[in-house]
C-alpha cells in the first residue's frame, strides 16, 4: 500500500463541520490558492464612504450585488487570470495538480466570485470556506 502524500495529512482541522475532499487522481501534487488578490480583486462599497480604494484608472470587468450584505462589489480580473486558469485546468485533466480554493469570506461572496473565474467548475472542484 502506498502512503498519502497529500498535504491534507499534515492539517489539523478545528471545526468539525469542514469536510476534506478526497484526491481527484492518485498522488497528485495538492495547490492550495487564496481567493481574493491572486484572482481578482474586489471592492465593496462603504454606505459612508463609498468604494475605498477603488482604482478609477480603469472600469471593473465585472459588478454585482450582494443581496445578504446589500453591498455593491466592484470585481477587477488580475492580469493573465484567463490563462493561469486556463493552465491550472490543463494540469488538473492531465493529473499534475488538484487545485483548490480556499477564502475566509462568507459562502454567498465565495460563490459570486467562483462564478465569474470558474463557473463550469473545471479548475476548483473543492473550496473551502
Do not use: S
Amino acid at each position: 500500500m502506498k502512503p498519502n502524500k497529500r498535504i491534507f495529512k499534515h492539517l489539523k482541522i478545528n471545526d468539525k463541520h469542514v469536510m476534506l475532499p478526497p484526491p481527484a487522481k492518485e498522488n497528485p501534487f495538492t495547490v492550495f490558492f487564496e481567493l481574493d488578490d491572486i484572482f481578482v480583486h474586489t471592492f465593496l462599497c462603504d454606505e459612508n464612504f463609498g468604494y475605498m480604494a477603488n482604482p478609477g484608472a480603469k472600469d471593473p470587468e465585472h459588478e454585482f450585488f450582494l443581496k445578504e450584505t446589500r453591498q455593491p462589489v466592484l470585481v477587477y480580473e488580475r492580469e493573465c487570470m484567463r490563462e493561469f486558469l486556463d493552465y491550472l485546468k490543463q494540469q488538473r485533466m492531465e493529473g499534475h495538480i488538484e487545485p483548490i480554493i480556499f477564502t475566509n469570506g462568507q459562502r454567498f461572496y465565495a460563490d459570486h466570485l467562483l462564478e465569474i473565474i470558474d463557473p463550469k467548475r473545471d479548475v476548483f472542484e473543492h473550496v473551502l470556506y
